[in-house]
């Protein structure tokens, strides 16, 4: 059972990145999926979540309009693109699932590595 987390890089302001979350040994469908990142001394935050179903999703204020929040069950894979970049969004991206649509990281169990993002101005 394993998640991992992939896409980052390096990126000037204003430009787009895509994260993609690739789930193995289970399938990710039947989880809630959130990604979470944590900037540097800061504690980590819940970006954007999508429920199972992929009815409701969550976005955090800071990121609504920039980022969408999508999965791909045929490739058992989930996604994160984010558009209008800014410096603030440098921080390492994680993704989890979890068996309750939350925004807090407490209701995710399994995680996978993060990826680096880094926005220069």
């Known amino acids: 059972v394993q998640l991992q987390a992939s896409g980052g890089g390096m990126m000037q302001a204003g430009g787009s990145l895509t994260l993609t979350c690739t789930a193995s040994g289970f399938t990710l469908g039947y989880y809630n999926i959130g990604w979470f990142r944590q900037a540097s001394g800061r504690e980590r935050e819940g970006v954007s979540c999508?429920?199972?179903?992929?009815?409701?999703?969550y976005y955090e204020d800071s990121v609504k309009g920039r980022f969408t929040i999508s999965g791909d069950n045929a490739k058992n894979t989930a996604f994160l693109r984010m558009n209008s970049l800014k410096p603030e969004d440098t921080a390492v991206y994680s993704c989890?699932?979890?068996?309750?649509?939350?925004?807090?990281?407490?209701?995710?169990?399994?995680w996978g590595q993060g990826t680096l993002v880094t926005v220069s101005s």
């Open positions: 989890a699932i979890g068996s309750s649509f939350d925004s807090s990281a407490s209701a995710y169990h399994i």
């Open positions: 999508i429920s199972r179903s992929a009815r409701t999703l």
